[in-house]
């Protein structure tokens, strides 16, 4: 599925060009490992293939899953990983940090980077 924006807002084409998730969203990322972001009410969330929410809206920002794990942020500076319900994949949250989608991440704590 494809990403597309209507005067509705954003959601999702199919092959054909129907609408298999309609346009409901604020702005919609495109599909990885099943998932996409999308935002409501200017927050972020997850939503599966059928248009279910797989992770509620909640979030200041996201990232695409890659290898099961997303980078998401709940306010400026304030990151974390979680797993594919939503649930945090690491103890901690991050001053800065990287996704996994170019390979290995880090993630920073003050000065100190890993």
Same mark, same amino acid.
């Given at each position: 599925m494809a990403a597309a924006t209507s005067s509705s807002g954003w959601g999702y084409l199919d092959t054909q060009g129907h609408w298999a998730i309609p346009p409901e969203f604020e702005l919609a990322d495109d599909f990885s490992e099943g998932l996409a972001a999308v935002r409501s009410k200017s927050k972020w969330g997850y939503v599966d293939r059928y248009g279910s929410v797989a992770v509620p809206e909640q979030f200041y920002w996201t990232e695409a899953f890659s290898g099961g794990i997303a980078l998401v942020a709940e306010a400026p500076g304030w990151f974390r990983y979680i797993d594919r319900q939503g649930a945090p994949a690491f103890e901690g949250v991050f001053d800065g940090a990287a996704g996994f989608r170019l390979g290995p991440a880090h /993630? &920073?704590?003050?000065?100190? &980077? /890993?």
């Open positions: /993630a &920073c704590r003050g000065q100190e &980077c /890993a």
